[in-house]
């Protein structure tokens, strides 16, 4: 019953502060250059992180308190003010609402746990998978730290927790030249970044922040610009115009699936991706924005996170919250 109540607050408390944290990391996220993607990826990450983080701190003071000084009850005496949840839980259907909202809760947790080992598994089997069945080749000097792996199957990722990136025998072909460079070189960005890594990590935030759409929104941006970190990355050690013709190749394959065969829709979102991507390396505007996005987001956290602690009223609530829940849920 504890874990269901400590759920609750993690979800709804996370989920809450992400919707207030959204429209500032949306506004210092438009002042950044377009230049820099690197910046408002940094920045997506953090807006991903601060609200758990926030929901961690609070939430666990709110059930140590009411643990530990259950005598003073927030109800206990009229003269404290707070927002109370009692009108919603003392009715008849409060134990099943409290339920229902504690088995999302739950099992939004449950899931969020279960894509971060999942990821976490993944990665270590696809690593110890490219040592038994690729063939190492000599890595370019400017990928220094990268494992670069010869494979049968696929064009080019990267794979594993290690920095490594799998290269498919078939990727000179559909992508000759300097396109095949700077899409290897795209990937070894992907791995000195660890992407494959990053990835669960940022899918269970956003699940523990599950009933925020302003987390599903910048997750999504997030995975966008970490793509565009990639891209200017490949820019650089290959050059612009290998980059936009690697992309305009890909949109051309996925076109040309398109017309042989309806495109299903994680097709026609990577068709979009790719013109997106297209469009923001050719953007050339010069200057680097505020280094301080992700200071910000924090200060704002933690401000959010120590006004509820501080002030009274809010932190009396916490404390009802774990009361109502628990006496909703059955001790």
């Known amino acids: 019953?504890?874990?269901?109540?400590?759920?609750?607050?993690?979800?709804?408390?996370?989920?809450?502060?992400?919707?207030?944290?959204?429209?500032?990391?949306?506004?210092?996220?438009?002042?950044?250059?377009?230049?820099?993607?690197?910046?408002?990826a940094r920045l997506c990450l953090t807006a991903l992180v601060t609200p758990v983080?926030?929901?961690?701190?609070?939430?666990?003071?709110?059930?140590?308190?009411?643990?530990?000084?259950?005598?003073?009850?927030?109800?206990?005496?009229?003269?404290?003010?707070?927002?109370?949840?009692r009108s919603f839980l003392d009715t008849p259907d409060g134990p099943f609402r409290a339920r229902l909202l504690a088995g999302v809760c739950v099992a939004l947790v449950v899931a969020a746990g279960a894509v971060l080992v999942g990821g976490l598994i993944a990665g270590a089997w696809e690593g110890r998978r490219l040592e038994r069945h690729g063939r190492r080749r000599e890595a370019p000097d400017w990928a220094a730290g990268v494992d670069l792996w010869e494979t049968e199957e696929g064009l080019a990722s990267s794979r594993g927790w290690r920095r490594a990136?799998?290269?498919?025998?078939?990727?000179?072909?559909?992508?000759?030249?300097?396109?095949?460079k700077a899409i290897v070189a795209h990937e070894m960005?992907?791995?000195?970044?660890?992407?494959?890594?990053?990835?669960?990590?940022?899918?269970?935030?956003?699940?523990?922040?599950?009933?925020?759409?302003?987390?599903?929104?910048?997750?999504?941006?997030?995975?966008?610009?970490?793509e565009a970190v990639c891209d200017r990355y490949a820019a650089e050690q290959?050059?612009?115009?290998?980059?936009?013709?690697?992309?305009?190749?890909?949109?051309?394959?996925?076109?040309?699936?398109?017309?042989?065969?309806?495109?299903?829709?994680?097709?026609?979102?990577?068709?979009?991706?790719?013109?997106?991507?297209?469009?923001?390396?050719?953007?050339?505007e010069e200057g680097e924005g505020a280094r301080w996005e992700a200071v910000v987001v924090v200060a704002l956290g933690v401000g959010l996170a120590l006004v509820t602690l501080l002030t009274p009223a809010l932190r009396d609530s916490l404390q009802c919250v774990v009361e109502g829940l628990r006496g909703a849920l059955g001790r």
Not at 24 to 34: F, I, N, Q, T
Not at 250 to 266: G, K
């Open 53 to 85: 983080a926030v929901a961690l701190v609070t939430g666990g003071w709110g059930l140590s308190r009411q643990l530990l000084h259950p005598l003073f009850s927030p109800h206990a005496d009229r003269l404290r003010p707070h927002i109370c949840l």
């Open 238 to 284: 290959t050059s612009p115009e290998a980059v936009r013709e690697a992309l305009a190749t890909a949109e051309a394959l996925t076109r040309a699936l398109e017309e042989t065969s309806p495109l299903s829709a994680q097709d026609r979102h990577a068709l979009t991706h790719l013109a997106w991507r297209r469009q923001t390396l050719e953007k050339t």
């Open 1 to 40: 019953m504890l874990l269901a109540v400590a759920a609750v607050l993690v979800v709804v408390g996370g989920s809450l502060v992400s919707l207030l944290l959204y429209l500032p990391a949306e506004a210092l996220a438009r002042g950044v250059a377009p230049s820099r993607p690197d910046l408002r």
């Open 189 to 226: 960005a992907h791995a000195r970044r660890r992407d494959s890594l990053v990835g669960p990590v940022a899918a269970a935030l956003v699940l523990l922040q599950g009933l925020s759409p302003a987390a599903w929104a910048l997750h999504r941006r997030w995975r966008l610009e970490r």
């Open 165 to 180: 990136v799998a290269v498919g025998k078939a990727l000179p072909r559909l992508f000759p030249g300097a396109e095949g």
